[in-house]
């Protein structure tokens, strides 16, 4: 090989780590800063969906049931998209599992509508966007990393729409195979740009693409034992089909819980620096069950009153701005090991998984009147069963 040859490899791999570098920092920053939008917008939801639940709940609004009906829709609305963000931003490294293709590409679309109908109405284009599929489909690999590629496709198909066009996500099974097929009628490519779209840097959007989306597109699904294909002509649109394999449907491991709270007489700690959720959990889980409980909106009286009282259960924050949740569940866990902890979070990212700060149960915000009284049952079902 020329001398020539290899300088250019090493300085095209050196400019490759070092844009992945720059592209790794900005995904940590972007991800931190992610974390902190979703946590308050969960606490804000947390608090709008347990109302709703509570007048639900209360026979004498019955004249209005209808519209709070319409509140809480929209308040589960937002959930979902909290986590689908929140879903998308997640580590890299969770590293490799089984996962529902069709519930990542519900993801991938959630993620891209802004820029795909927001935005691009805002520049005189009008996408419709259309996805069918059977579900569940699984397979295996780093869930996150899939999802990127999704949404890299995406982009690329908004892009290549000028006007007035679509995209079609379709996604089936054949015998061993799923296949992916995501399709848009935009300006299509030629023979010789089809031939280059995996190489690495290779743009045709100029100054405005590095080049990398697609190259790690087939990265991702090469290293899912997977491959893809692209079909496209001048003017005719472009479709790209992703073939991975499949693995059986696994059993639902979410088992159903006999509804036994309200046999149960609990004294109860519930802690968050908003005294609005501690509120509202109040209220939800005198729905639910009998017995005492007390609220406290700062981490260290949550202290105090832990080592002089003991609770049959603690549901606490996670993050809070003097004592954090964590610190808490560590003692607890040592010094009050018969009480019960829930943790109920906007960001299930910032709980540590040792075992002496681990929660006996893990809340997301905003939760449900059942969730609640699920995860109590969960809780206390095993406990028992632990007792001989």
């Not at 940590?28 to 800063?33: A, F």
């Not at 394999?245 to 609990?266: A, F, N, Q, W």
């Amino acid at each position: 090989m020329k001398l020539l040859d290899i300088c250019n490899k090493r300085i095209s791999l050196i400019r490759f780590r070092g844009l992945t570098m720059e592209a790794f920092e900005k995904s940590k920053i972007i991800s931190t800063l992610t974390s902190g939008i979703v946590h308050d917008m969960n606490n804000v939801l947390t608090t709008i969906l347990g109302y709703t639940e509570i007048i639900l709940s209360n026979d004498s609004c019955s004249e209005c049931w209808s519209e709070i009906e319409i509140i809480k829709k929209i308040a589960l609305d937002g959930a979902e998209i909290a986590k689908r963000v929140k879903e998308f931003v997640k580590a890299k490294d969770e590293g490799k599992k089984v996962f529902n293709i069709y519930e990542s590409i519900q993801t991938a679309i959630i993620i891209t509508k802004p820029i795909w109908y927001n935005q691009a109405q805002i520049k005189g284009k009008n996408i419709t966007f259309n996805y069918s599929g059977e579900l569940p489909i699984l397979t295996y690999g780093n869930e996150s990393e899939f999802r990127e590629a999704l949404v890299n496709m995406i982009f690329n198909a908004i892009d290549a729409i000028h006007d007035n066009g679509f995209i079609q996500i379709n996604v089936y099974k054949n015998e061993n195979q799923a296949i992916i097929s995501i399709k848009d009628n935009g300006s299509g490519m030629t023979e010789e740009t089809k031939n280059k779209i995996f190489k690495p840097y290779y743009t045709t959007k100029g100054e405005n693409g590095s080049g990398l989306g697609l190259s790690i597109v087939y990265k991702t699904i090469t290293e899912m034992d997977g491959k893809i294909e692209v079909v496209s002509n001048i003017g005719e649109g472009t479709e790209f089909k992703i073939f991975l394999p499949v693995i059986g449907e696994k059993e639902d491991d979410k088992s159903k819980i006999e509804k036994i709270t309200s046999k149960r007489y609990l004294n109860i700690l519930i802690i968050d620096d908003q005294i609005e959720i501690c509120s509202v959990v109040k209220e939800m889980l005198a729905k639910i069950l009998d017995g005492k409980i007390e609220i406290c909106t700062k981490g260290k009286d949550a202290f105090n009153l832990l080592k002089i009282y003991n609770y049959d259960l603690v549901i606490t924050d996670i993050a809070m701005p003097d004592v954090n949740g964590i610190e808490l569940i560590k003692y607890i866990k040592k010094s009050k090991p018969e009480t019960q902890v829930i943790a109920m979070t906007g960001w299930e990212g910032s709980i540590d998984k040792e075992k002496d700060n681990k929660p006996d149960f893990v809340l997301s915000k905003p939760f449900t009147i059942e969730d609640l009284e699920n995860a109590i049952n969960k809780i206390f079902e095993l406990r028992d069963n632990l007792v001989v």
